[in-house]
């Protein structure tokens, strides 16, 4: 690569590096900085990510690769990376009540929130497994901090190292993975993997095997999800907002880069190990949220469960490759508006150093406060796939993508899977509109407010009406299919 | 001669690593992975990689262990936490076998047709120097290159934002 | 235009529910409780009224139209925008689902009404009010949307609604359970009615109305479908039906969901929510036309349903729960009509069945409104002279759904019986004979127990007992009224003749455009002829009544001694204890299930009630198991992920050959 | 006996399993990060292994940046470590479960 490529590579990836300036801006700023004036870094952030939504625009337009190709620029990554930095956008306007009231340390929370983000969003393009393996480990080194970013809280420590023992041994199995591909095919580029694939080689379908595992787990699917419920109970509720949304969706993005790139070649083999943990996944998902006595917990469990739906998409891809894709998209997409919605709200009935978590801290909202009792609710059907809410939407896509490409069983076991979900969504409710209040609920916050009407908003608009939202998704699986020459 | 080399130093690593697990002292078992990554250090050289041989004593045998002995020093714990994971040490053993043994038997089905590797004819001359390395670092790989600083500025960032005193 | 029918009651419910429900009114703008009221009373009405006079405005419109073109479709925007799948905001005004507006915004408007009086001492009046029409905008929904996902919308929008108002009192934990069984009752409906959906699309590659109807009148197109596709859809969509209209086995959330407040009870779960799955199958007519099987399924089940819940009512005591088993037995009827291919009869009695059904419901409601609460009828008796309106109008009521000549239920009920009878479904027509006979005794012995007889009411309560207030008593008049007349715009044509109307059975008529495969039009060769089904069905009804007038007024000692018999008593408690229906869903869950997932867990059970309970339990066991696997410690997960990570690598290594 | 790549592969699959073996039995906090160590290493051997093979050096510079991560790895759950360790007194990891269920 000589120097004006270089240059003009560096210029393509405007929206990273815009990103990762930000990062360094808020954390050099920060020290520098003391008492109250912190809080400014907070517009810092959000400049930064807005700067870095708006340069992301252009690549649904035009999309390129950069790097000699281990960066593709495609609508498919513009598509995530919107996800990426409109959650954590949200999340980041979201946590600044939570962490001033938490009193959590400012600048190195929006800088590892953004770092993470930088990370997620290297992922989303990444065509080549060096880059790919730092975007992960810059993503998920991040997340491992912010879960144990209370250090007052000893479940937040324990959250984070949990998080950080068990991820390192997943991110090991996907480097041993890497390895074995690399020794199959002598290259770590998705393109040359794929042109040299040979099932009949055990080194490539080792390989294969692994990598999934070490996607899978970041997805947090059967039969690597034990992590999930522990560590989203143990982080900041804000965090864990962020994280199911952001790292969950980036984990997609590479796992279908990944799997329909690199390894179409056994694509049937692989389609069917996805059957299984799709139909496990949201199966216990489901199951162990019905039990669960802390929301927040209850809200890990149910996040599993929506991976299983996210993941029946990816099945269905096995029939149509664009509406699968496109219906995957559009769930993680749908996902994050009500899932980092949900937790916002438990984010801003937080108090004085106090999580909201239990049932009890939200019996009653109706009474006090009814209008988050309204957003909640949304929320909760939203996640029970109720219509007019964008979770209706988006799993009708889902299973009817299923349903197209002849995926009965699957789709079955799905909307049974809904069907049971709505269950435990609805004691949600139950408890805050028709339950006395228990505790006392915290004053109004301006801030979380701003976020919670835009997500309260999003999750209704997008259901009634959907507008672009759904072609964006069918260009970007396009888009997607065209980087590798599939369409 | 390599191949006696080899072992020895397989050995060594392996022997190592059983430290590492089985050893209830973490300065012995920190011990133990010094010795486990210095023997892969050495076969790295056999492999003809003498750049990456070099970098992995410094930074992983010297940096990493550095840092190990460090926090274990530093927590300064006590004699009676060490003594949990002495017993048993036969049964926990025998199921490493197990594993092993298990792993071994369904590698040999899925292996049973034998891989092939598209071997290179001849190595390049400047294979494995630091002047062979720099130049697919620098031209093939500058991106992930850049991205590590990145990690670290990350992982610094997480320490601080974890170990350091004081709300402010 | 169209739109505005199924907007205002919603813009109704936006006012209502964020300035007064939400608290703001009191808060904010510190206004008063009697004013707040009046508003909302207002709001709450008059978008109803305003809805209801759009419905027949457009009524006007359509019979105005050619009787072939009658339909109006207003497409708003697209909602699901994707090539093949398009699905948009459409809605579609032809005579089916004029109808049903019809049906829906008047009923609604009285029981809007009823209810202001009904619920005036309510601290959630505002609350109350935003519920009711958020229930009308989602069943406007249901009726008038296009496409079978746009149902699927109201579908579920009037279940949630349903839901809300039947733990409206939610600081009874029982009503609250009750709410929340009904909607789990519901979603195992849905499940089957969205599969249908599903299937629907990928049969036809289309979800809206008009486009999976031309094709399946297509006999090109459907000749390449394996009729047993369509039988299986039909029948998917039958089990949403049997969930929403509560039809065997399913039944078992309507008589607890009589928890709500009784305006509710009328509305909902008798007039106009419940009847959904008739309208569904009357919409997709086609589909059952071309499936004997799933014709015989509907019946069978309808038959079924309707004896076995007439026979329950007629022991209950609970004034509301009558009614209720009573609903479930209608429901049945109407199930048996559009199931056996005679669509526009089994509309009709949905219709007649809305106006007595709602007017007897507003009755009880009035009867226990002015007893303060009391809802046993062995607690009342002779309230003739203190409620003369309530008494004259549920009388009225009672002899229509009895089958009375002249009135109503006559002639809806006739039409069904006469149909089934034609087209063979010969058992069938005689359950329903049967259940007629029941039909009209149980309600005799309703209104004799409530009305008549001796006063048995405690003198602290007979000095409160008064006449309900105009805004209760008027909607019962009118509904009485209609209860009368309603029948008559379906006579038909062979009793039309005999009295000289040329043109009898308008509603036949009127409706034929939107039923899309030929009515079998009245045999020729059957044994019987009209007039001697017809006198069959009027035996029915003189029978029944005169049963309970012999039993309950000429010799009241009867029903004791009836009960204390040893050959009839065990039948007694059978019927009293609904037929234990909940108990043995309980008992087969489990014993199938529970026993399955941990023995030790069966006598932890309580066996208290329904197979919600059952499956409940079968999940929560499940999930013990998962959660006790949650040990919270590190290395058990990290073992857990590494057989996974091998299990996944010996899969993919040896799935591939 | 010549020593060939498949030798290097096998001693790297073991150093592989030992390291997992570590995660899993081993209770102290900080002897499962040098586990995870073990993990990485034997991820190392097998990229330089296979590199050789190949010959070509993307698999050597695939080493250095694993050791980046295993840096930043380490840091950051050494940092953990000690933070678990000023609340709770311990390194024991069957003591944190505080979040089960």
Known sequence: ???????????????????????????????????????????????????????????????????????????????????????????????????????????????????????????????????????????????????????????????????????????????????????????????????????????????????????????????????????????????????????????????????????????????????????????????????????????????????????????????????????????????????LGAFGVLAYLSKDGKECETFDDISGIWRRKPLTAIALGIFMFSLAGIPPTIGFFAKYRVFLSAVKAEFFWLAIIGILNSVISAYYYLRVLVYAYMREESVVFPRFKPTSVVALTILTIGTLLLGILPLNSWDLAIKAAGSFLLTFGAK | MESVLFYIFAAASVAGALLVVFHKNPIASALSLVLTLFSTAVLFIFLLAHFVAAIQILVYAGAIMVLFMFTVMFLNIREESLKFDAQNLPVK???????????????????????????????????????????????????????????????????????KRGTD | MLAWIIFAPLIGALINGLVFASGFWKKVLHGDEHSEKRIVSVVGCGVILISAAISSIMFLKLRALDPAERQIIQELFVWIPSGEFQVSYGFLFDSLSCVMALVVTWVSFLIHIYSIGYMHEDHSYSRYFTYLNIFVFFMLILVLGNSFPLMFVGWEGVGLASYLLIGFWYDDPEKAYAGRKAFIVNRIGDFGFILGIFLIFFVFGSASYGEVFKKALDPGFMSNIPGAVITVIALLLFVGAVGKSAQFPLYVWLPDAMAGPTPVSALIHA??????????????????????????????????????????????????????????????????????????????????????????????????????????????????????????????????????????????????????????????????????????????????????????????????????????????????????????????????????????????KFLAASILVEEIKHLEHHALGHWTLVVFSIIAAFLGIGLAFYTYIIKPSIPESVAKNPGISSLYQGSYGKWFVDEIYNVLFVRTFVRLANIAALFDMKIIDGAVNGIAKVIGEAAAILRNAQTGILRFYAALMAIGATAILIYIVLSVK | MIVTIEHYLVLSAILFIIGAYGVIIRKNLVIVLMSLELMLNSANLAFVAFSKALGNMTGQVFMIMTLTVAAAEVAVGLALVVAIYTHRGTLDIDVLKMLKG
């Not at chain 1, 794929?194 to 039969?223: E, Q």
């Not at chain 1, 969950?248 to 690199?262: C, W």
């Open chain 3, 271 to 508: 007039a106009t929510m419940v009847t959904a799955g008739v309208y569904m199958v009357a919409r997709c007519n086609i589909f059952y036309s071309v499936s004997p099987t799933a014709q015989m399924i509907v019946v069978g089940i309808a038959a079924f349903t309707a004896f076995l819940a007439a026979t329950i009512a007629l022991t209950q005591n609970d004034i509301k729960k009558v009614l209720a088993y009573s609903t479930v037995s209608q429901l049945g009827y109407m199930f048996m009509g559009v199931g056996c291919g005679a669509y526009i009869a089994g509309m009709f009695h949905l219709v007649t069945h809305a106006f007595f059904k709602a007017l007897l419901f507003l009755g009880s409601g009035s009867v226990i409104h002015a007893l303060g609460g009391e809802q046993d009828i062995r607690k009342m008796g002779g309230l003739r002279k203190f409620l003369p309106v309530t008494s004259l109008t549920f009388l009225v009521g009672t002899l229509a759904i009895s089958g009375i000549p002249l009135l109503s239920g006559f002639f809806s009920k006739d039409e069904i019986l006469g149909s089934l009878y034609e087209r063979g479904f010969i058992i069938a027509w005689i359950a329903g004979l049967i259940t007629a006979v029941l039909t009209a005794f149980y309600m005799m012995r309703l209104y004799l127990l409530t009305f008549e007889g001796e006063a048995r009411a405690s003198g602290e309560v007979k000095q409160l007992i008064h006449e309900s207030p105009s805004s209760m008593t008027l909607p019962l008049i009118i509904l009485a009224v209609l209860s009368v007349i309603g029948g008559y715009m379906g006579v038909p044509e062979f009793m039309g003749k005999v009295v000289g109307i040329h043109d009898s059975n308008i509603f036949e």
């Open chain 1, 1 to 339: 690569m000589d120097l004006s490529e270089l240059f003009k590579s560096t210029l393509l990836i405007g929206p990273e590096i815009a990103l990762i300036i930000t990062g360094i801006i808020v954390m050099v700023v920060d020290p520098l900085i003391k008492g109250e004036r912190k809080r400014n870094l907070f517009w810092i952030a959000l400049v930064g990510l807005a700067v870095g939504f708006i340069l992301n625009l252009e690549r649904f337009h035009n999309g390129t690769s950069a790097f000699s190709g281990a960066l593709s620029l495609d609508g498919f990554a513009a598509y995530f990376n919107l996800i990426f930095i409109i959650g954590a956008f949200l999340a980041t306007i979201l946590s600044k009540d939570y962490i001033e009231s938490m009193n959590l340390r400012i600048g190195e929370y929006y800088a590892l929130i953004i770092f993470s983000t930088s990370g997620m969003m290297i992922l989303s393009s990444a065509r080549e497994f060096m880059s790919l393996f730092l975007g992960f480990e810059i993503m998920s080194v991040s997340v491992y901090v912010l879960s144990g970013f209370n250090r007052r809280s000893v479940r937040s420590a324990e959250a984070g190292i949990k998080y950080l023992v068990l991820g390192g041994f997943s991110s090991a199995i996907l480097l041993y993975g890497i390895a074995l591909i690399y020794g199959a095919s002598g290259t770590i580029f998705l393109d040359e993997i794929a042109a040299n694939f040979n099932a009949s080689n055990p080194l490539y379908l080792a390989g294969t095997a692994l990598i999934l595992t070490g996607f899978i787990f970041k997805i947090g699917a059967f039969p690597l999800h034990q992590w999930v419920p522990d560590i989203y109970e143990g982080a900041p509720v804000t965090v864990t907002g962020f994280m199911s949304v952001g790292v969950k969706a980036a984990a997609f993005a590479i796992l279908l880069r990944v799997l329909f790139e690199g390894f179409s070649g056994i694509e049937a083999n692989w389609m069917q190990a996805l059957w299984i943990v799709s139909a496990f996944t949201m199966t216990i998902g489901n199951l162990a949220a019905i039990v669960q006595t802390s929301i927040k917990r209850m809200l890990a469990y149910s996040s599993i469960a929506h991976a299983g739906y996210a993941l029946v998409g990816v099945v269905a891809s096995y029939g149509g490759k664009e509406l699968g894709l496109s219906s995957v998209m559009y769930y993680l997409f749908a996902y994050m508006v009500m899932n």
């Open chain 2, 93 to 163: 053993l025998g199921v490493l076998l197990l594993i092993l043994f298990i792993f071994g038997y369904f590698a040999s089905i899925g292996f049973k047709k034998s891989f092939s590797l598209n071997h290179a004819a001849s190595l390049p001359e400047s294979f494995g120097t630091v002047e062979g390395v720099g130049e697919v670092l620098f031209k093939d790989y500058l991106l992930p290159f850049e991205l590590t600083s990145v990690l670290i500025v990350v992982a610094i960032l997480g320490v601080v934002a974890i170990a």
